[in-house]
């Protein structure tokens, strides 16, 4: 297995190594952490070698939304807040990540841009995966990269649901008030 895997570019975070020394506390977090609800103790220890820590202190930006990223980050322990810009470029609070969710798999995925920012509410430790580190974990460990890879699909597959269900709320919400609004009054 190859150890020396390339960490991502976060010179604004402390770097702290790789995740093996938080193997057991990323398992611990099994029951509500999605993208690892299947993984056995020894598969998160692997995939650990391939992982990277950071600490970001609490007001720290940890990715900016419109930024080149190849990487996603998993919440071991602190809170962070995502915003999105709006039309008129004002950030607006879309969600609040805190241990063991995820962070940048879109954009680790796809290659496309970062869609929101990214900043820390308090001191958080951060296990960064990068698209080349996945990439590695496919070559050397094909079972566990197919696990990551089932496991991604399933997450973001769940969040497109969510989301869907969120449009069709605020679509269903948009018509009832335009069927309240009074149209003209021909005399």
């Not at 950071?54 to 962070?80: K, N």
């Amino acid at each position: 297995m190859n150890e020396t895997v390339e960490s991502p570019r976060l010179p604004q975070l402390e770097h702290l190594g790789d995740a093996t020394q938080h193997a057991a506390r990323i398992h611990a977090m099994v029951g509500y952490a999605p993208l690892f609800e299947q993984f056995s103790l020894a598969e998160i220890r692997l995939l650990g070698h391939f992982m990277q820590t950071y600490r970001a202190q609490a007001g720290q930006e940890i990715i900016r939304e419109g930024e080149a990223g190849d990487f996603m980050m998993l919440m071991v322990e602190g809170r962070v807040e995502v915003f999105k810009q709006d039309r008129w470029n004002t950030p607006r609070l879309i969600a609040v990540v805190e241990d063991g969710k995820t962070l940048g798999e879109m954009s680790m995925i796809d290659g496309e841009p970062r869609f929101a920012t990214c900043v820390a509410v308090e001191p958080s430790l951060i296990a960064v995966l990068s698209r080349d580190a996945l990439a590695l974990i496919i070559l050397e460990q094909p079972m566990l990269g197919a696990k990551i890879l089932m496991q991604l699909a399933v997450m973001l597959s769940q969040r497109l649901r969510q989301t869907s269900m969120r449009l069709v709320e605020f679509v269903d919400k948009q018509r009832e008030l335009s069927d309240q609004v009074p149209g003209p009054s021909f005399v």
